[in-house]
């Protein structure tokens, strides 16, 4: 099992920054990719933000240029960078991790609960 835990959500501005941080334990062996996810009240999940083991990196485009995604696989830490925020970025962001096993084979989800991002206009 993975577990995950976002923190460094709060309260800002528009056009301020803020940085998401995920902590990642259990058994860790495995993740091949990690991601951002946000969910606004009354609306669906949406991918913000992929990184590969190998730094590859994929964004939304209502945040491409703003958000940057990073990982630390030393420290099992996964970052979201966030600049110039937007009223409409405000949401509850997850942080999610894709696990492959072998013998047999597997590709597991694994969810964080959650920390909420508010801008204010």
């Known amino acids: 099992q993975v577990q995950l835990v976002e923190s460094g959500g709060g309260l800002v501005q528009a056009g301020g920054s803020l940085r998401l941080s995920c902590a990642a334990s259990?058994?860790?062996?495995?993740?091949?990719?990690m991601g951002w996810y946000r969910q606004a009240p009354g609306k669906q999940r949406e991918l913000v933000a992929t990184?590969?083991?190998?730094?590859?990196?994929n964004y939304v485009d209502s945040v491409e240029g703003r958000f940057t995604i990073s990982r630390d696989s030393a420290k099992n830490m996964l970052y979201l960078q966030m600049n110039n925020l937007k009223p409409e970025d405000t949401a509850a962001y997850y942080c999610?991790?894709?696990?492959?096993?072998?013998?047999?084979?597997?590709?597991?989800?694994?969810w964080g609960r959650g920390t909420q991002v508010t801008v204010s206009s």
């Open positions: 259990g058994s860790i062996f495995g993740i091949n990719a």
């Open positions: 999610n991790a894709k696990k492959t096993t072998y013998v047999p084979f597997t590709l597991k989800d694994y």
């Open positions: 990184i590969t083991g190998g730094g590859t990196t």
